[in-house]
């Protein structure tokens, strides 16, 4: 059973940083891309980092030069470092990881964290 469980989340102010965390367990993570989307109130979920299983990685527009993704593969486990962050960050923050499963790529979910950034 696949399972993805994100933490870190909180309420922070403007200009302040969090640390997002998704433990994966059921995969072979080192297989995985993995991936970061937010949802804000009344907004569709956006991508906002990846990191592929090389390591490489990409950024929404809104979040370069502010948000880190990583991973450690012997942890099961991704994270988002989120610095400077602005009230506009605020959102439900999920985790995916994109998985082949031979021939193809399945995608599965964790349950969410909540960011709230007050101004």
């Known amino acids: 059973q696949v399972q993805l469980v994100e933490s870190g989340g909180g309420l922070v102010q403007a200009g302040g940083s969090l640390r997002l965390s998704c433990v994966g367990s059921?995969?072979?993570?080192?297989?995985?891309?993995m991936h970061w989307y937010r949802q804000g109130p009344g907004k569709q979920r956006d991508l906002v980092a990846t990191?592929?299983?090389?390591?490489?990685?990409n950024y929404a527009d809104s979040v370069k030069g502010r948000f880190t993704i990583s991973r450690d593969n012997a942890k099961n486990t991704a994270y988002l470092q989120m610095n400077s962050l602005k009230p506009e960050d605020t959102a439900v923050y999920y985790c995916?990881?994109?998985?082949?499963?031979?021939?193809?790529?399945?995608?599965?979910w964790g349950q969410g964290t909540q960011v709230t950034v007050s101004s």
């Open positions: 059921g995969i072979i993570f080192s297989n995985s891309v």
């Open positions: 990191i592929t299983r090389g390591g490489s990685t």
């Open positions: 995916k990881a994109e998985v082949l499963r031979i021939p193809t790529w399945v995608d599965y």
